[in-house]
């Protein structure tokens, strides 16, 4: 008890709250708990879930996802069938879909209404594309079948990276590809704390579970008004590490990969303050890049200085 209440002080220390749904409606899963949505008329629902797509889809013509890996990936996607493999309300595959010029895109994600929204807005795109609620570790796609797939921010919530990553090879053509960019555990803030705390490093010094014991008192104290983000339960199921992570460190997903048939056609090393949005708005990140750059290529020290675990995996011929 005593590292809960030591973990929860320095979270409040930088302590830190949602906007109100109704200012950034994308950026977080949970607004499809809030009252505005659940208790919102037809017409409120689908606004708040356009809200959500559009969202998504802006942010990824403002900085897409080519620069994870350092290349354009037109001549990989063009005309592919591929799986966006986490949708959520479909606004990145949307902008995936004109950008690759893909044949025809499918997703998966696991709310129906997650579902929903990314169904109304490839019609709103006019993109060929359909959705389906799945979990990572049981696609729902024959053997074989699909080109390629895109996976952004997902594999660390996975309850079966293994699994997942298993399915991802089975039902890929012989040649296709697996795109995947995720934050590996000891990504500084990648803690998923954020709806809490802006504290980097914390899940340095304590274990998940007391940082999730934590967590819950301090949205429990909140109260009513934190209905909508707080966590169903205060226990840790059995596949977290943390507030719904799952622990993948780089180490562990490149074993991973040796357990199927993957050929790597890419992994990219980019350090922290090299790339993604925030190191325009944050020019400290970028003088921080080129001593990240060295942390990031020594064995153990790479785990906290990469900016993502970042593969193109190939599924032998």
Not at 224 to 251: C, D, F, H, Q, V
Request: hydrophobic share 40%.
């Amino acid at each position: 008890m005593l590292n809960v209440q030591l973990a929860k002080s320095l979270m409040k220390r930088w302590e830190a709250f949602p906007p109100p749904p109704g200012e950034d409606a994308g950026e977080f899963q949970e607004v499809f708990r809030h009252a505005v949505f659940v208790n919102g008329t037809e017409a409120e629902r689908k606004a708040i879930m356009l809200a959500s797509s559009e969202s998504k889809y802006r942010n990824e013509l403002a900085y897409p996802w080519d620069h994870y890996f350092g290349r354009d990936l037109s001549s990989l996607l063009e005309g592919k069938v591929a799986l966006d493999l986490g949708c959520f309300t479909g606004g990145r595959g949307a902008a995936w879909f004109e950008r690759y010029k893909l044949g025809f895109l499918t997703g998966i994600d696991v709310k129906q209404e997650f579902i929903d929204a990314a169904t109304q807005f490839a019609r709103l795109k006019k993109i060929s594309a359909d959705y389906r609620v799945a979990v990572g570790e049981k696609l729902p796609f024959e053997d074989n079948s699909l080109d390629a797939i895109l996976s952004y921010d997902v594999f660390e919530h996975v309850q079966n990276v293994q699994y997942a990553l298993g399915e991802c090879h089975r039902v890929l053509k012989k040649g296709g590809r697996l795109f995947v960019v995720f934050p590996g555990y000891f990504h500084p803030t990648e803690h998923h704390l954020a709806l809490a705390t802006r504290l980097p490093c914390i899940h340095y010094l304590f274990s998940g579970e007391t940082l999730v014991r934590a967590y819950n008192e301090i949205l429990e104290e909140r109260g009513e008004e934190a209905y909508w983000y707080k966590r169903s339960s205060p226990k840790m199921e059995p596949w977290e590490r943390g507030n719904t992570i799952n622990g993948t460190t780089l180490a562990r997903f490149r074993r991973f990969i040796r357990d199927h048939d993957w050929e790597v056609v890419l992994h990219s090393r980019k350090p922290i303050g090299s790339i993604g949005r925030n190191v325009s708005k944050m020019r400290s990140l970028a003088l921080l890049s080129r001593p990240f750059g060295v942390a990031a290529n020594i064995p153990g020290l790479r785990e906290i200085f990469l900016h993502r675990i970042t593969y193109i995996l190939q599924k032998g011929e």
